[in-house]
Every structure is written in C-alpha cells, then in structure tokens.
C-alpha cells in the first residue's frame, strides 16, 4: 500500500494532469494534454469532442472492429486515417474529426453498415445524422439488425467469464450466436450481452443462447 | 481496517446520456455535504477518468466509492479491478445507475431527475456506511488432496495431481485392475473402444509410488471445510483411521439397474446393457437374434436415450463384426433423435444393423420370443422375434454410491443425480462445484465426458493448491460466515442450501453450530435472510447494509412514491433493457438492486414501510428460473408474511407486492412498474398516526427477532408443486391458516393501536 501510494504521489498531481508525464497534442486545431496509456479517442471524450462509435464500450477492452471512430492523423507531411478508440497518444501529432476524409470514410461505413443491418433503428439514426440516408449495396437480410461488432462476445469473455457467445463462421458468413448455434447451459442468462449490445439485436439473439436448466426445478424439489 | 468509512461519490457525465437530462451541479451540490468528496467527471469509466477517481482517493483517503453513472451490471467490474491495487476490495465500490433508472425514462424536468438521483445516490452511500469490510483472507490448503468414491473418473484426476507434483490419497474399495474394470463395464456398457485404454491407466495410477492408496476401504465420515477437511476411512476389518485432506475430489459412477416387471426383464434373455456386456464377456458372442430396445421414453426419462443408444450401437457393431450371421435390430422410439454421425450410418449399413422406429403412441409389449409394436407406416401392430432383448438401463445413484454421497454432504434432497447446486450465476461466484465430483452420478454422461470430468478435476485441484501454495488463493469476498455465539445448530440454514457449503464443525449430531465453507459458497444469501436467529451473515453485503439503503431511501421518498428492489437477474437488467428500448414508465419507482430476491430479508421489507415507504415491490426472475437456491420463492414466502401482518394492522394488502421479470422482457417490466406505482398512488401513504407508527414497529420487530415466526417462515416454504404438509397439516389452506394463528400469537399488539380512537395524540402511548 505504502509503495502504491508513492507510486500516486508521483503519478496523480492535484491537476490530475502532471506536468512530466503530459503528452501534448493538437484535437482540431485545440491543444488537449494527455497521458500515456490514453487513446485519442479517451482524450476526445474528456475534452467533449465528439466521435462516433459503435463497437466500442468502456467495459471491455477495445478492438476498433467498426471503424467507425476513423479519425484523420497528421504528423508533419503524413496524414493518415487511424481507429482514434485504439490508437494511442503521441506527442505533437494533430488529429482532426470532421475532415472530408474522414467524413467520406465514415459515410461509406454508415453505407455499408445501412445494407447490412437495415432493420436497426440505431444505425439509421446514426446514418441519417451523418447525411446518409440510402445505400448502394444489395440488402441480403432486411431483418437483420446485428452489425457483428462483436461486444457481446467480448462481454462475455471479459466481464462475465464465460465464453456462451461466440462469433461464428468468416466473411459474408459471419454472425453470433451461441457455439454450434444451440442453446447453451454455459450462458448463465445474466444479460449483459442484451444490455451492452449497440443495437437491440441481443434481445432476439439471446433467447436462442440461453439454455433451460439440465433439470426443472420442479423435479428437483 | 476502515473504521471511519469515508465515501467518495463520482457523479458521470456520460457523455449527452446524462448530463443535459439531470441537474448535475445541483445534485453535487446536495450531496457534497454529505459525503466527504463529491465530483463530476466527464467519463469515470474511461482511463482520464479512472485516474481522477484514483487521485482523488489518495488525497482524500477514501475507502468507499460510488459511482453514478450506468449500469452496474456490466461496468462495476471494471472498477474493482482498478481499485483494487488501492485496498479498496470487492463491496467498497459500488454504482448507481443514473442513465438507465433516472436520465431517460421519464420527461421530468432535469432538476426533479436530480432530486430522484441524489435519494438512490444517498442511500448508497447509506449501504457503504453500514457496510464492515473483511480484509482479504488467503485460503490455505493444507495436506493432501483426496480422492473418494469408486468412479472411475479418480485415475484421470490422480493421474494429473501426480503429474502436477500435488500429493494425493485415494481410497479405494479394490485394487485388483480387474475387478475395477468389470465394474467400469456395469457402469459404463459398449465403451469398448475404451477399455484397454482405461485399463492401462488404472495399472499406471496404482502403480505409482507418489501416490498413496487406501485399499478396502470406504469413507465413513467427513468433518471441516476446504483446506482442513478430516476423513474418517473404514478398511474392511473396521478399523477407522483418521486423515487430513485439503480438498476431496468424489468419484461417483450411477447405477445402472433394470426397469420394472413390465418389461419381462428376466436377466437371461430380457436383460439390460450391463448384463449383457457381462455376458458378451463371460460366454463369448450370443448366439441368436438380438434386438436392442432403446427403452428410455418408456421410463420416462428421454434425456438418457441418446446415451442408451450410443451403447446399443456400439455393442450391436461389436456382435455384428464378430459374427455376420446374427440378426440385430434396434428398435427405438420415432420421436428420438440417432445420435449417429454420417460415417457411422454407413458403417450400420453395410454391417446390416437395422434400425426400427416405432410409433411413440402405441408402446410396445414383450411376449416370449417376439415383441409387438406398432409400425409407422401402416398404424398396424407388427412383431419382432428374439432371442435376445436388451433393455435400456434406468440409471440413478443408489447403493454405496448414494451412501457416501451422504457422507460427502452431497445429498440434501432426493434427486436421481447429484447435478451440485442449480445455481445458474457467474464464474467467480461458483467456489468450486467443478472441482470436487466427477462421474456418471452428477449427471448421466458417457465414459469419455467422464474421464475428461476427471481430468479437469485433477488439472482445477492442482491449479488451486498451486495457486496457494504462492499464496495468491484468496477467499471469495462475498460468502456467507456463521456466528457460531448466535446459531443455535437448528441446521435450517443447511437444508436451504443447495450449494452445498454449509456444514457442521464436528461429528454430525444435534445443536451443533453450523460453518460455512467459503470455496463453496456462492454467496446467494437466501439462507442468511433465512436464519432464524441472524446467525449467518453475508459478508460484505449484509442485511444491515440492505436495511440502511432501503430505510434512507424510504425516509426520502416523497407521497407517491415508491422502493423497488430488483434482483439483477431479472428486475434490474428488465429495467436497463427498457432504457435501451428507449421505454418510459412512472418515475415514482426507484429501483435498489439486489444480488438475489432472497437475500431480502422480512425485516427489510418491514423497514421500509416503518421509515415512511408507501409501497415495496420486489421485482425478481420468473419463478423456476432463480439463479440462487430458490430465492424467488422465499421472498414470495416473505411478502405473504407482510401481507399477513398487515391484514393483522388494517394496512391494505397490496402495498407489498412480488413481480417476475424476464430480463429480455423490457416492455413487461414496464407495465409492472406502472401499475404497482399507480396502486400506491391510489391508495396513498400511509398515515402518519403514533398508532400506525407503532404497528409498523410492532411488525418490523417481529420480522427482526421473532425467531419463532423466523423459523416457522424457512421451515414452512412451500414450493407450489409440493403436495406433502407436515403434522396436521393437510393441505395449503390448513398450512396459511396455521401460519396466521402463530402471526397472531406472536405479534405484539401497540397499546397505542388499542386505543386508535384517541387521535389527540396524548392517549396512551406505546414507547
């Protein structure tokens, strides 16, 4: 405890923000400072500038799967697009939000994203916020409303300690379902994959992962 | 080790999901004084915000935390983890959820959604205040780890211990590999594939010198908890010799036994499995024709079909390679399902096995020599001839099995299998189920699921003594302990308790204080709101703790509203899910969380109406679907004795209520919250009167230390399927009729109730 608390000494200065440690960087053209350890995207946050996400939750470690927090990096003569939810601070790099590069970037994801789960009502209010209204690619299951994010897997995995929710099959194939898509007495039916899910695709999804007990209660009592 | 709680409160931004909903710096402001820190942060979840909170613990010294922000459910996690290099432990930290409970289900105005904050926000810190944390206490392990029972699911897990360097005992009934064997064949018939294989294993496992073996012997008595267990084993001259184990690992096989007389079973040419294994080994290939019936459905129990069937096939396989001229049909019920993968249907084909199904409607009959059943193509009673009929096995644990099962502790009710607890929850909360039993008598398996049972065994016991030995095992914070200067021995507590971790401390007998063993418990509570004396506590998450919320918030709630308290399998998630439905209801309701309705205890409920709280509902998981030992019908049990109590006072009924929610079923969760607030809202607070305060008391004592109401309440559960009532009980309305004499004699009329005219107030008054 002792040696912890020397630790915070050195680590947490009244500010919150110490002076050696800060790493200093430009979020539109606005000074942030931040620490190691930080994403751009953590620091956007805390400056309230806003980004959007759709993959990504403080409760499970982050895996920039939706690509939709694509932000423009620029480091002198460089500019590139980076996952802002993964990409760790550097000192002096800039990063802009609402550049046409990245607007054209998350416009197509939104696109894609229209076709592959049209029935979500989240994803089209997100889309219709961002200009998008209409999409170019083929629509193969108008019910669908899971976008494979994946935060139910990861939920499950991380916080609850289970593995009841798998993500299966690859490519155009992929979905998420219990293992072997049948009902499973691993799922200890707790929700937290209902509740972190970004769209409410869970809710349908989770009557078909969570298993009945091996035995009723009624023929144990 | 925290004497003085100090409470830190982080009040989350969430983004817009909170901030531009509730008057924050309104809210600070009401709790600043109350609390000995109180910030706003813009997202506490996130690394920039968990180092604010980590800051300003160490400036503040702080050892108690709240965070309101989202859903506990999936982020307090998170915070443990993070706080828990600071000494602040499981149970020190806790959350309120804001977004969900407050910000978004009603269109109030952000400053009420503030003052409806700052009542949960203040009963938390009520429940920190209360709360008395335990230091983290490491769990040692001791000795040797013990394999008892004669499944044969202890070699795989003696082989690993070995393997692992961990000592290891095992007692056995016989050492002969043979005779070990034949008894495997009984137990597990048709596993051909595996017997030599098993075989060899169980000569290498008695073979090793690190292990020491108790032969002829069985146990007799088994005394203390995890890592301090003593084993009384019996030899076979019935000598007792006492020996120390750290952990026990139960290797028990079921029996498989014949069915009833109406299946002609004659145990010469009408057998079972195991019989004809038996003479498959002793007489060679049966010489005839044989049909094997997959008899399962007919005995009621179609779960064991596929089994039944994976053994006919292997032995029918088996006989048909050996010789080609014998005829074998299996013959099985049309609704089952084969068990068969592709290769091994054309396997069947090609060896000529036929498979018949039968109609499910017409159940077939044995005569001499044929079997008459009823084809599915025509609907017209065709006939096989046998020689041989061999029967499903109806498989349960019974015999020796059964009897040191008992002895383990196992046993607390009369079920075929010992299945452990039912106990659906998470990982971290089960101690160790996995751990100690393997075999066929836990649930039916096949041979293979049974070696592997073993193997994980032996791989999870090693894991933990290693674990302990580098001193890392620690005891699960929220467990229940037994004040052994309070229990009376009445051993309630035990037959609640289906998780197993509630013993006795030395030979079992009368009047003996009960212990609980921590790597066991899965801290479900049922039980410690159960004790009659409030001998059993659940650490870190107790009654009083419950109490003080429930009381704090109780006396905050404006006429109209009400206390809820939701368990978070079913209740809490429903209301977060409505959240995420984007669903408003009555923001009258507000919503404590609970780890289980059954940890609830009458007295809580009692509390409530005393501190001012004009209805409780408790919103638990649909009845059967309780993740704890029946929390959900103990609470039921619990709200009928406030009910009564108020019929009793003159208080209306419906104040306290018990709903079901599915978790995944928002919308339901929202019509009972409407509903139940515009109930109480009808009905109004109760009166203020001294002789309605005095009621409330009256009934809030007999709910705390009435211990013979308490135990008549968890002795007389009754499940509602149960048909069989004790004494002269004879059936429900005998039972509830009996219940309210007791209530009546027990409860403690106020003097100032008797005198309910006088309402000046300076009649005589109940102190």
């Known amino acids: 405890m002792r040696y912890l608390q020397g630790i915070l000494q050195i680590r947490c200065c009244p500010d919150h923000i110490r002076e050696i440690a800060v790493i200093e960087f430009k979020i539109n053209d606005k000074e942030v400072k931040a620490r190691e350890g930080w994403t751009i995207l953590e620091t956007a946050k805390e400056y309230g500038i806003d980004i959007p996400t759709l993959c990504h939750h403080p409760a499970v470690a982050p895996t920039g799967s939706c690509r939709l927090c694509m932000v423009e990096l620029r480091e002198g003569d460089w500019s590139k697009l980076v996952a802002s939810c993964i990409y760790p601070v550097k000192k002096g790099i800039t990063i802009y939000t609402e550049t046409p590069k990245v607007h054209n970037v998350r416009r197509w994801i939104l696109e894609m994203l229209l076709a592959s789960c049209p029935a979500s009502e989240e994803i089209r209010e997100l889309a219709q916020k961002h200009g998008v209204i209409s999409t170019r690619f083929s629509v193969h299951d108008p019910n669908q409303k899971c976008l494979i994010c994946g935060l139910c897997q990861r939920v499950c995995e991380e916080v609850v300690g289970l593995s009841a929710i798998a993500v299966l099959d690859r490519g155009v194939h992929k979905k998420v379902g219990a293992p072997f898509l049948r009902p499973t007495d691993i799922c200890v039916g707790c929700g937290s994959c209902v509740t972190i899910c970004p769209t409410d695709a869970m809710q349908e999804i989770f009557d078909t992962v969570r298993g009945k007990p091996e035995l009723p209660l009624s023929q144990l009592a | 080790m925290h004497l ?354 039968y109609d499910k409607a017409v159940r077939p009959t044995v005569q001499d020599g044929y079997i008459t059943f009823c084809h599915l193509k025509d609907h017209v009673e065709h006939e096989i001839s046998w020689d041989f009929l061999v029967l499903s096995p109806r498989r349960a644990i019974r015999g020796q099995e059964q009897i040191t099962a008992r002895r383990l502790g196992f046993i607390h009710k009369e079920t075929p299998f010992l299945t452990g607890h039912h106990a659906k929850v998470r990982p971290e909360m089960i101690g160790r189920e996995e751990t100690y039993i393997v075999g066929s008598a836990r649930y039916p398996c096949d041979l293979q699921e049974t070696l592997n049972q073993g193997r994980k065994a032996g791989n999870k016991n090693a894991e933990m003594v290693e674990k302990s030995n580098k001193l890392q095992l620690f005891i699960p914070r929220n467990v229940c302990v037994v004040d052994p200067t309070k229990c009376v021995g009445c051993g309630q507590c035990q037959e609640l308790c289906d998780c197993g971790g509630i013993g006795v401390s030395e030979y079992p007998g009368g009047g003996l204080p009960r212990m609980v063993d921590p790597m066991v418990c899965t801290g479900g509570g049922t039980c410690a709101a159960a004790c009659p004396y409030n001998a059993l506590v659940l650490q870190n998450n107790s009654t009083d703790q419950r109490e003080a919320r429930v009381a704090t918030l109780s006396k905050l709630l404006e006429p109209g509203e009400v206390v809820s308290l939701a368990c978070v399998w079913g209740g809490l998630p429903a209301a977060d899910h409505a959240y995420s439905k984007k669903l408003t209801y009555d923001p009258a309701i507000h919503i404590l969380g609970v780890p289980c309705v059954g940890q609830i205890d009458p007295s809580v409920m009692a509390r409530a109406f005393l501190d001012g709280a004009p209805g409780l509902i408790l919103i638990g998981c649909d009845p059967e679907e309780c993740h704890h030992s029946f929390g959900i019908d103990h609470a039921w049990n619990r709200v009928n004795l406030i009910k009564k109590l108020f019929s009793l006072c003159g208080f209306d009924r419906r104040r306290i209520a018990l709903a079901h929610a599915d978790l995944n079923k928002p919308e339901e969760f929202v019509k009972t919250a409407n509903a139940f607030t515009a109930l109480i809202k009808a009905l109004g607070p109760i009166e203020k009167t001294q002789a309605n305060q005095d009621k409330l008391k009256s009934i809030y004592h007999l709910c705390k230390d009435n211990n013979r109401i308490r135990t008549l309440l968890s002795a007389a559960l009754r499940r509602p399927g149960e048909k069989t009532y004790r004494g002269d009980q004879k059936h429900a309305l005998a039972f509830d009729k009996d219940f309210n004499q007791a209530l009546e004699e027990e409860y403690d009329y106020p003097e100032s109730a008797l005198f309910e005219e006088d309402t000046s107030g300076k009649g005589v008054l109940y102190v």
Request: proline fraction near 5%.
């Open chain 2, 4 to 357: 003085n709680a100090k409470t830190g409160v982080f009040i989350c931004k969430c983004g817009d999901c909170i901030e531009p909903l509730i008057d924050l710096n309104g809210l600070k402001n009401s709790i600043k004084d109350h609390a000995d820190y109180c910030d706003i942060l813009t997202q506490p979840c996130l690394t920039p915000g968990m180092e604010q909170i980590i800051s300003a613990i160490s400036q503040h010294n702080l050892n108690r935390i709240i965070v309101a922000g989202c859903d506990g459910r999936i982020m307090l996690k998170k915070f443990e983890k993070a706080l828990e290099p600071l000494d602040i432990l499981k149970g020190q930290v806790d959350m309120v959820n804001l977004r969900s409970h407050v910000a978004a289900v009603s269109d109030a105005s952000p400053e009420q959604k503030a003052k409806k904050s700052e009542k949960l926000i203040k009963a938390a810190m009520a429940d920190m205040k209360a709360l008395v944390p335990t230091e983290l206490e490491r769990a040692k392990l001791d000795g040797p780890v013990a394999i008892v029972g004669n499944g044969i699911g202890a070699f795989p897990a003696a082989q690993k211990l070995i393997t692992a360097g961990v000592e290891c005992v095992l007692s056995l009934e016989t050492c002969d590999p043979k005779k070990i064997i034949s008894s495997l064949k009984r137990s597990y018939p048709g596993e051909r594939q595996h017997y030599d294989r098993v075989k060899q294993m169980v000569e290498d496992v008695l073979g090793n010198e690190k292990l020491t073996i108790m032969a002829d012997s069985r146990l007799k008595k088994l005394i203390g908890v995890t890592g301090d267990y003593t084993m009384v084993i019996e030899d076979s001259q019935g000598n007792e010799n006492f020996i120390k184990a750290s952990m026990i690992i139960a290797a028990l096989d079921a029996k498989l036994y014949p069915p009833g007389p109406e299946f002609g079973h004659d145990g010469q040419t009408v057998l079972i499995q195991p019989e004809m294994e038996a003479q498959i080994d002793q007489m060679g290939i049966p010489k005839g024709d044989v049909v094997f019936w997959i008899s399962d459905y007919e005995y009621g129990t179609p779960d064991f079909a596929g089994l039944s069937t994976k053994s006919a096939w292997s032995m029918a396989k088996h006989i048909k390679e050996a010789s080609a001229s014998t005829q074998i049909i299996i013959f099985y019920n049309q609704m089952m399902t084969l068990p068969l993968s592709a290769t091994e249907r054309g396997l069947s084909r090609k060896l000529g096995i036929s498979w018949v199904p």
